[in-house]
């Protein structure tokens, strides 16, 4: 199941297949080592929090919360398709739209 993450203008970013999140070319950019919302990159730095469910921000007071390791290889996600546009939501308190290098 692919799960789209916007940002808050509501432009389509990146997506999450499982616990990994891949940019919108099908690069793999972070994954989800702790089972919750917390996305780090591939090499343990954090990237950002998941916000309801399909929102992707950066929170500039997060916790570090140590390096979880590297995950391995999860293989090609596929194309995703076209989520379309999601439509504006404010920033929380703290947080910012995360910026995704090309």
């Known amino acids: 199941m692919v799960d789209y993450l916007f940002n808050s203008s509501g432009e389509w970013i990146c997506f999450k297949v499982?616990?990994?999140?891949?940019?919108?070319?099908?690069?793999?950019?972070?994954w989800l080592p702790w089972g919750d919302n917390e996305v780090v990159s591939m090499k343990g730095d954090?990237?950002?929090?998941?916000?309801?469910r399909d929102r992707i921000y950066y929170f500039t007071n997060?916790?570090?919360?140590?390096?979880p390791g590297y995950?391995?290889?999860?293989?090609?996600p596929g194309y995703p398709g076209y989520?379309?546009?999601?439509?504006?939501k404010p920033l929380p308190s703290g947080a910012k739209d995360i910026v995704i290098k090309k």
Do not use: E, M, Q, S
Not at 18 to 30: A, E, P, S, T, Y
Not at 71 to 76: D, E, K, L, R
Not at 83 to 88: E, M, T
């Open 83 to 88: 989520p379309g546009f999601a439509g504006y």
């Open 62 to 67: 997060h916790p570090y919360r140590g390096n």
């Open 18 to 30: 499982n616990k990994f999140i891949w940019d919108k070319n099908g690069k793999l950019i972070g």
């Open 46 to 52: 954090y990237l950002g929090t998941i916000v309801d």
């Open 71 to 76: 995950p391995g290889y999860p293989g090609y």
